[in-house]
């Protein structure tokens, strides 16, 4: 099927939902109108359907536009219904709040062009797609990302026709030494403590030092992969809500949150008021102690531990909070797709007030101290910088975006649940380092104090839930919620039953490709702070290779242990 | 096997049951525990994080959290052993003196919880002794703390259990799960 250009200049008119869309729209798909499959919306949803060989072309285009960011993409094996593997490219335009979907067929043996210099985001879900679903792409280096080496050949999780039964039983998982571990020679002939897991997460950042001085940094991890995809496609639709929220105990609900807006955006389900006012109110307490966390892993991290002991002093409140709102200090589980589970009682609410009064003077009294602090300020100040060119080419988001002058929020830009109803700030600092991301942080907290109190005082009545919605197969939905750390988003295709494929996005997947950037040059003493000051999942105290470039040295030693010793050159 | 990482292979110590007895049963306060994530969500090590601050301040009862296995007493491990780290995970068990203590924390330190049955994972603590008796790893004694993620409490009341300060407030029963 192809299009002429007056009657697909007449569809892309009836279909943008701005003059952005238009623009972006007209610009992609005018050089790819033999290529084009089909075109649609559904609400803020736009579907491009394209031939994989004009993909490239349509996206070198528009790549350089400045409002359009890669958000996700999500491969998935529709090979029992339609034939054929599909790539879903998910872009945002962040001044529209508009999602342009790209849809990709793929057939057996086809080579996808790799779009990974355009967008550099895409480099890793390139590498899982090949990983876990089997796709290949052109023009780019495929190396094991998810998986780990000794996975064999051909046999991708992912995939429909294999079962799980059918998985463990083609591999075995083995302790194995450390030389293919690493896939270094040298490695064995130098003895190095055993090598053993994060204290906190088991996540890898090799850096390469010479003298004091980091020149780069390479990353090995996905030690915490578990199958969650796979195993959500055996799931009905409201026990994936439980299991999304295990992906990450520091900011489960988030993801619990996106994955049943995904699935009511692709059904059609009206959700009642209260039940958008109840899960903002939770998804703001979990932003509360999740910063509150990691300020004070930031500050133990600089050695000054009084403020660690002070932060987590003052984040226990909010885990009492969070308890008597939810019934549960983590892991919170009133997502259901349609509603909330529980409700907020009339007689919390003086509760909930006095709490959050409490947290911003203690909150206040403490911050006031702990950033005055000389040697945290200088500590800070001017290392670990991100420029703003950089975090836009990565397509960054949350507090490391907004750290870096990026005023990007999906509370603002595709705003979701109650936000619309408040008024709030988006903090941005332009300098880029890591002072700018902890003031960023700081400030959140208290937007997110006074988002609370707002949301309290209009929570309205009326039901938790939707009575009823009727499932419906083979519907694309996204969801998207400002977490934590960044922005956090789902894609869902519907069965009838429960989802048919599920993909995860959380917001260290994209941040974390930018940290050897932010790595290159600064003081090894001052790379701990750095890398934690994305707040990645494993942000409290990882393990790190130190390699020096010029003795040849490898040494491991725990991040905390980095940042607090002098290193003599060689 | 696990590989020495180029060290001469030592023959291993032959144990002499009683002074290990003795060792363990001088064993009663100021211990120092070792945290091993096998691939957890954070919910528990965050928890873990918590008794260790002001609020619960473990450290008053002299529990210390160390940087590295071979200053520690007892392993808190969270998670559910991830195939990638089991090699680090048994590197990390090896490393600690006897007599060696785990405390598996949450449900899935206990039995893999929500991840019991994907590919990615070994199911909890009960799956990784196996591993840990073929790579001729002993460990002295386990202690299951359960909960999602298990609280702050039942952490520190593990601990005691585990240094027979306090009596377990279940028996262990292990129920192996029948494959389809």
């Given at each position: 099927m192809s299009y002429d250009l007056n009657e697909l200049n007449e569809m892309i008119e009836e279909l943008s939902r701005g003059p952005r869309s238009h623009a972006i729209l007209s610009k992609a798909l005018s050089v790819c109108k033999d290529s084009l499959l089909g075109l649609s919306r559904s609400g803020v949803t736009i579907r491009v359907k394209i031939k994989a060989n004009c993909l490239r072309t349509a996206l070198e285009n528009i790549?350089?536009?400045?409002?359009?960011y890669f958000r996700t993409m999500s491969a998935s094996d529709e090979r029992l219904r339609e034939g054929l593997i599909k790539l879903y490219y998910v872009f945002g335009i962040d001044s529209e709040g508009t999602n342009i979907v790209f849809e990709v067929p793929v057939t057996d043996g086809v080579k996808v062009d790799t779009i990974s210099d355009l967008f550099r985001a895409s480099d890793w879900y390139e590498l899982e797609a090949h990983d876990l679903v089997g796709v290949e792409f052109n023009g780019r280096a495929l190396r094991r990302l998810?998986?780990?080496?000794?996975w064999p050949e051909e046999?991708?999780?992912?995939?429909?026709?294999?079962s799980m039964d059918e998985i463990k039983k083609l591999y075995q998982p083995q302790v194995v030494s450390r030389i293919s571990e690493l896939g270094?020679?040298?490695?064995?002939r130098i003895p190095v403590?055993?090598?053993?897991?994060?204290?906190?997460?088991?996540e890898y950042f090799e850096l390469y030092v010479r003298g004091e001085k980091v020149v780069d940094a390479r990353y090995v991890g996905f030690?915490?992969?578990?199958g969650i995809e796979k195993l959500a496609e055996s799931m009905k639709y409201d026990q994936v809500p439980f299991l999304a929220e295990r992906?990450?105990?520091?900011?489960?609900f988030v993801h619990s949150t996106s994955y049943v807006q995904a699935v009511e955006d692709a059904l059609g389900i009206e959700v009642p008021e209260r039940a958008h006012f109840i899960r903002s109110i939770v998804l703001e307490v979990e932003r509360l102690h999740s910063h509150l966390l990691w300020l004070g892993v930031a500050l133990h991290l600089l050695g000054y531990d009084t403020g660690f002991m002070h932060a987590w002093r003052i984040r226990e409140k909010v885990m009492v909070l969070a308890e008597l709102l939810?019934?549960?200090?983590?892991?919170?589980?009133?997502?259901?797709?349609?509603?909330?589970k529980k409700d907020i009682d009339k007689d919390k609410i003086p509760k909930i007030r006095e709490t959050l009064n409490q947290l911003k003077k203690e909150f206040k009294e403490f911050v006031d101290v702990a950033t005055s602090v000389p040697q945290v300020r200088a500590r800070l100040t001017g290392t670990g910088i991100l420029p703003r060119g950089e975090a836009r080419a990565y397509s960054l988001v949350g507090p490391t975006a907004r750290g870096s002058g990026l005023a990007r929020d999906v509370r603002k830009d595709y705003t979701y649940a109650a936000y619309h109803y408040v008024n709030f700030k988006v903090p941005v600092y332009t300098e880029g380092d890591n002072l700018a991301r902890t003031l960023v942080r700081i400030d959140e907290v208290f937007e997110s104090i006074s988002i609370i109190e707002q949301l309290i005082d209009m929570l309205p009545s009326g039901?938790?839930?939707?009575e009823r919605w009727e499932p419906q197969p083979m519907r694309l939905g996204i969801g998207s919620v400002e977490a934590p750390r960044g922005e956090v988003i789902h894609v869902v295709i519907t069965d009838?039953?429960?989802?048919y494929r599920w993909r995860v996005r959380a917001p260290t997947y994209q941040n974390l490709q930018a940290v050897p950037i932010m790595l290159k040059g600064v003081d090894l003493a001052d790379a701990p702070l750095t890398i934690a000051s994305i707040d990645p999942?494993?942000?409290c105290t990882d393990r790190a290779l130190i390699i020096?470039?010029?003795?040849?040295n490898i040494k491991t030693l725990p991040l905390e242990v980095i940042s607090r010793r002098r290193w003599k050159d060689g | 096997m696990v590989s020495n990482g180029g060290r001469p292979n030592l023959e291993p110590l032959e144990f002499n049951l009683n002074v290990l007895e003795e060792a363990f049963s001088k064993l009663k306060r100021s211990i120092w525990v070792f945290h091993l994530n096998t691939?957890?969500?954070n919910g528990c090590d965050i928890e873990v994080l918590d008794v260790l601050?002001?609020?619960?301040?473990?450290e008053r009862f002299g529990i210390k959290l160390v940087g590295s296995p071979r200053h520690a007493d007892l392993i808190l491990l969270t998670g559910p052993v991830t195939i990638k780290t089991i090699s680090k995970v048994v590197r990390a068990i090896k490393a600690m003196p006897r007599p060696r203590l785990v405390l598996a924390l949450g449900s899935c330190g206990v039995g893999?919880?929500?991840?019991?049955?994907?590919?990615?994972?070994?199911?909890?603590y009960p799956n990784l002794e196996k591993i840990l008796k073929e790579a001729g790893v002993e460990v002295d004694k386990v202690v299951y703390v359960p909960g999602c993620p298990v609280r702050p409490e039942a952490i520190i009341y593990g601990a005691a259990v585990l240094l027979g300060l306090l009596q377990p407030k279940s028996k262990h029963r292990r129920v192996t799960a029948v494959e389809s």
């Open positions: 790549y350089k536009e400045h409002d359009l998810v998986l780990p080496d000794d046999l991708y999780p992912l995939r429909k026709d294999v270094v020679e040298e490695v064995v403590g055993p090598y053993h897991p994060a204290l906190h997460e088991p030690m915490v992969h578990r992906i990450c105990g520091i900011c489960g939810t019934g549960s200090r983590k892991t919170y589980g009133i997502d259901l797709v349609g509603g909330v039901p938790i839930k939707a009838l039953y429960g989802p999942c494993f942000s020096n470039l010029k003795s040849g | 691939g957890s969500c601050t002001p609020y619960f301040d473990v893999g919880g929500i991840w019991f049955n994907t590919y990615a994972t070994l199911g909890g």
